[in-house]
């Protein structure tokens, strides 16, 4: 089923339950074993595996789980791109066998975990593009981040507002109403862009937040990645946040934004490369986020996404089956990530990763699922 017309639903406000009968399903078939998993035990006997979370990861994960049903271990991915909130909340509720989160998980999720310890396993990062659409204005427009945060406090409201023009004393700036756009979902995206207003802005840290989802005090929401990109394809006037590899795809023009170094930078690759070299105080237990990164090259909206899944999986054989392909994503699923707009993850973070999927347990007996 092709990804894009699930999204498309997506953003029509379906209930859960209709959102569980629109996914895509991948089947293994045979071939040589990936050489990351020479040295775990057999594959496991487990048929299927369901996931949910995400929908910044669908695209890539598209790619790697079909690639992955083609190796000797690999077997049927079920995975939902219902949002990181979404996706958080149904491993919570054990409906699936895994998420994916833009966002790790709160003191509080944690603590209402129903199954015991949830472990976060980088699996890619990337940029979150500020995205806009302004007939007449072809280069790139410069925001910093004060502004940005002014154009959704609702305290800038027109294109060619002062503090507009001043960044970009070169652009044609219409004197035209900005019509501002946000995830109304769950999503990690939305906690990123919100902890980096919260890091710039001390208005937006006491009176909005940072969290999959805020109070926004404007604006119009949209579902899902899919519904964003629309919005701001149909909007004139718009200005919106979405993942870098949704800019690429749909054609949108994606914004330079000042960064710690008060350098202008448009969201790349090698920006949230920076981004992430920069980060060097990360906590064990891989729940941190990347963004207003120092240095001159960094991108100051970047960050990760994680699988997460139970420290301790009561089915051995499903267990065993998430680690394993765990394993496979953080190696040999890595190639397939810049092709795509994603960042591969760097031999220092592959490392933790590695650390917290061998901390995984199976069955009655407690086992290492990679043993």
């Known amino acids: 089923m092709n990804i894009a017309w699930f999204m498309s639903r997506q953003r029509r406000h379906l209930p859960i339950f209709l959102l569980f009968s629109c996914l895509f399903i991948l ?22 595996l369901r996931g949910a979370g995400s929908t910044f990861d669908a ?50 999720q944690l603590a209402s975990s129903p199954n015991g310890v949830i472990l976060h396993v980088p699996v890619t990062l990337g940029a979150v593009a500020v995205s806009y659409h302004l007939t007449g204005v072809s280069s790139p427009l410069h925001l910093s981040g004060p502004v940005l945060a002014s154009i959704y406090l609702g305290s800038i409201t027109m294109w060619d507002d002062p503090a ?29 862009f919100t902890h980096y207003l919260a890091a710039i802005s001390s208005q937006w840290r006491q009176s909005v937040g940072a969290s999959t989802q805020v109070p926004w005090p404007l604006g119009q929401g949209e579902q899902g990645s ?51 070299t920069a980060v060097q105080n990360i906590p064990p237990d891989l729940r941190f986020y990347i963004v207003s990164a120092p240095g001159v090259s960094a991108y100051p909206l970047a960050g990760y996404s994680w699988a997460i899944v139970y ?61």
């Open 226 to 276: 899919v519904g964003v990109a629309e919005a701001l394809t149909r909007t004139e006037g718009a200005i919106g946040y979405i993942e870098l590899s949704y800019v690429t795809r749909q054609h949108l023009v994606a914004v330079a934004m000042e960064n710690a170094a008060g350098l202008y930078i448009s969201p790349s690759i090698t920006g949230v490369q920076a981004a992430a």
């Open 59 to 108: 695209t890539l994960f598209e790619k790697q789980f079909s690639v992955y049903a083609a190796t000797s271990c690999g077997l049927p991915i079920e995975y939902y791109p219902v949002g990181s909130g979404a996706g958080a909340s149904q491993l919570l509720n054990q409906l699936v066998d895994f998420g994916a989160s833009d966002a790790p998980l709160t003191d509080r």
């Open 311 to 371: 420290r301790h999986q009561r089915d051995a054989e499903k267990g065993k089956a998430v680690a394993q392909l765990l394993w496979w994503m953080i190696h040999d699923g890595q190639q397939y990530a810049q092709s795509l707009m994603y960042v591969p993850l760097a031999a220092n973070i592959v490392t933790k990763a590695e650390a917290q999927i061998r901390l995984m347990t199976c069955g009655i007996n407690s086992d290492a699922c990679l043993s």
């Open 164 to 192: 507009l023009r001043a960044l970009n004393a070169d652009l044609p700036l219409p004197h035209r109403s900005i019509q501002v756009i946000y995830r109304a979902d769950g999503s990690g995206t939305t906690a990123i």
């Open 27 to 48: 089947v293994g078939c045979s071939s040589s074993n990936a050489a990351s998993l020479a040295n775990h035990t057999k594959c496991s006997a487990a048929s299927s």
